[in-house]
């Protein structure tokens, strides 16, 4: 399978969960935590205000979610879920059923405005989240900061340099020092590298 990374706006919708135990719990876990409005259908005891007892119907659809993730169900009912979102065009991942999704959850690290998605195509999920563990110790800890900084900075370069190709060398020349040195340019680096 072929994917493209997406990032969603998680503000401008539902997510619908269905199912029950532990996927079910993690995915809960994750998808709060990233500050998901969330709707969840289960018989599991959650103190979740969110929960309704019981299995998600077609319409629980007509609201447009943002995507459905089912967890611990039967085959039969993933099965059906499945068929209910993708009827309606509405993405839907089932856990551990690759063939029962049109998207998969990556291993998310997430610094501030920084956001960075690993993902297997479902083949071994927890790979990815390994993976993602090792990246998050290369991340400098300054990043939210270096990332505000460089906000400014291009903003103020697409005035003073006109040229959209050599402004974006300049920026990734100095995103990289800014990295590489865990902390924002001063004026003067920057007036050294724009004008050496």
Known sequence: MKSFPLYLDLEKGT??????GYLLRQRLGKLRALGAELRVFTEDDLPEE?????????????????????????????????????ARGIPVNVAD??????????AVLQRGALTVAVGTNGV??????LIRDRLEDRIPDRTEEILLWAQTLRLRLREEIPDAKLRSTFLRQFMAAALEQNRPLTEEELQNHLYA
Request: hydrophobic share 45%.
């Open 15 to 20: 997510v619908l969960l269905t199912g029950s």
């Open 50 to 86: 969110t929960v309704i007892r019981g299995h998600m119907t077609e319409a629980d659809l007509e609201d447009r979610p943002l995507f459905v993730a089912a967890a611990g169900l039967s085959e039969q009912e993933s099965r059906r879920v499945f068929a209910l979102c993708t």
């Open 97 to 106: 059923m690759p063939k029962l999704c049109t998207f998969y959850f990556p």
């Open 124 to 129: 071994y999920p927890a790979a990815a989240a």
